[in-house]
């Protein structure tokens, strides 16, 4: 028993690791076995050095969020206090939790009669209610600025890293001489670091406050994960680098609408927001089509051939384009939404508003029902990030 369930494993270990999946023909593991230049090459094992890094990175998180977000967050006016807190009441207590949050005319007219409670106080009641369960705005603008300065930081990295690397400005030198291209420290640190990244995103949706999107967003930063280590011991982490890239670039301009959204600075925060749309749409439907997907499909083709883990990888690549198509469109239609709302003149004056950021995050970033979006960030990244929710 014991023999055959041994020969079981073997042979599925021996699937997974299959040199006809993952390798071009001709190229075997054992080629990767000398250490070249660098850090060698890409093994599988290396990715074990993400979780205690990862855990490091929380770490940084909470010293982060307690002694450098938090004074600041102060210092912009936030209280650090959480909603106003509903009165104690078990009827209605048992309708909000059983029953519905969002009760009709004809539901509070019959708690009315039953509590003797005037109508728009128990209104009162049911929104003082919905808004215990909402995260203070202290604690997402903590975890907005912690965002904020990673994707800042890891794109300012990669650009300085990236700037001096010969495939950024010839992404023909992605494919050359490939699989053989030994890692440099720089690009090691940069991989490791961004997967370091969503695998703490990952420990953290499990400390964090519990949002509507928790499943949505555990699935994402799973695939994010998945897209990165599987690039990492597929060798392609030239052309991955350009991927995270891209996509960091306008994560940080998102974090930093977010931000002044919760400070209450509401004209820097739509600004922000309309240079966000713009580098978005740049990035995901120009740069990554014609830049990324022209080189893994073609130049690849040309230079190495297609082979089982090539295909898969251009799969994935392709689907996050098709995503890429529909988050674009579901922020122009929106933001085309806020623009037509701005023009409408209101009794006694006219109450222009180019985009409000806290609308759009909550129709649009983190919540699909209704022909929205749930993040995301690889990413993209989309994405993404999680929720102002």
């Excluded at 509903?86 to 309708?95: G, T």
């Excluded at 749309?277 to 080189?295: C, E, K, N």
């Excluded at 006219?350 to 022909?371: A, N, Q």
């Amino acid at each position: 028993m014991a023999t055959a369930a041994a020969g079981a494993l073997g042979l599925l270990w021996g699937w997974l690791w299959s040199e006809r999946f993952w390798l071009p023909q001709n190229v075997s593991w054992a080629d990767f076995e000398g250490q070249g230049d660098g850090y060698g090459y890409p093994r599988a094992r290396d990715i074990l050095s993400v979780f205690p890094l990862a855990a490091g990175v929380f770490s940084v998180r909470l010293l982060f969020e307690r002694f450098i977000a938090k004074p600041c967050a102060l210092h912009v006016g936030i209280q650090d206090s959480g909603p106003y807190q509903a009165q104690p009441n078990a009827i209605l207590e048992k309708v909000f939790m059983s029953i519905t949050k969002y009760p009709d005319e004809k539901r509070l007219e019959g708690l009315s009669k039953q509590l003797d409670w005037d109508v728009r106080k128990i209104q009162c009641w049911f929104r003082h209610r919905r808004n215990q369960d909402k995260p203070p705005t202290l604690t997402k603008f903590c975890e907005s600025m912690w965002r904020f300065t990673f994707y800042l930081c890891i794109f300012c990295y990669g650009i300085r890293f990236l700037w001096s690397s010969p495939w950024f400005w010839d992404t023909r030198q992605c494919w050359h001489s490939y699989p053989y291209q030994p890692l440099t420290s720089g690009l090691y640190y940069y991989y490791i670091m961004e997967l370091a990244f969503y695998w703490s995103l990952m420990f953290s949706q499990f400390t964090d406050i519990k949002r509507k999107d928790f499943l949505i967003m555990f699935v994402h930063h799973l695939a994010t994960i998945g897209l990165i280590t599987f690039s990492y011991i597929n060798n392609m982490v030239r052309v991955g680098t350009l991927v995270l890239c891209l996509h960091d670039v306008s994560d940080f301009l998102l974090e930093a609408a977010k931000l002044a959204n919760y400070a209450k600075y509401q004209r820097l925060c739509d600004t922000l927001f309309v240079i966000f749309s713009a580098v978005f749409v740049v990035t995901r439907l120009g740069i990554y089509p014609f830049w990324i997907l022209s080189t893994t499909l073609f130049e690849s083709w040309e230079m190495i051939g297609p082979y089982p883990s090539w295909w898969l990888f251009n799969g994935l690549l392709l689907v996050l384009q098709v995503l890429h198509v529909i988050w674009s469109y579901l922020i122009a239609r929106i933001a085309f939404k806020a623009l037509i709302r701005g023009k409408v003149t209101y009794p006694g004056r006219i109450r222009p508003r180019l985009c409000t950021l806290h609308s759009f995050l909550t129709s649009f970033l983190f919540s699909m029902p209704g022909g929205s979006w749930t993040v995301s960030p690889l990413a993209c990244k989309c994405i993404c990030a999680s929720c102002v929710q």
